[in-house]
């Protein structure tokens, strides 16, 4: 089992940036990729981008490359996103996941571990 806890949410005006950690403990060397996906109010969940936990490999969504970046610390077992740029339609919880692998991992159902999210508002 692999646990996550994700935290660094919170509220930030336009333009502005927030750092997403998530902690993973457990069997943490069973971890190949780590996920962020996030959920709007009345929206399924979608991939907002991962990492590869060996390689440092990152993959973005259209909606977060250029702004977005994943980044993780094996040492410390937690990933990161930085979200840059902020827009008030990034307001979602933000989750993250964790899976193993060998090829980059976009879809929900895809991912066997989650964390409890965290709130992201970003107001105009």
């Known amino acids: 089992q692999v646990q996550l806890v994700e935290s660094g949410g919170g509220l930030v005006q336009a333009g502005g940036s927030l750092r997403l950690s998530c902690a993973a403990s457990g069997r943490t060397f069973s971890i190949d990729y780590m996920g962020w996906f996030r959920q709007a109010p009345g929206k399924e969940r979608e991939f907002v981008a991962t990492?590869?936990?060996?390689?440092?490999?990152?993959y973005y969504a259209a909606t977060a490359k250029g702004r977005f970046t994943t980044s993780r610390d094996n040492a410390k077992n937690t990933g990161y996103l930085q979200m840059n740029s902020l827009k008030p339609e990034d307001t979602a919880v933000y989750y993250c996941?964790?899976?193993?692998?060998?090829?980059?991992?976009?879809?929900?159902?895809?991912?066997?571990?989650w964390g409890q999210g965290t709130q992201v508002t970003v107001s105009s």
């Open positions: 990492i590869n936990w060996n390689s440092g490999g990152t």
């Open positions: 996941g964790a899976t193993k692998g060998f090829r980059i991992r976009t879809l929900e159902k895809e991912y066997d571990y």
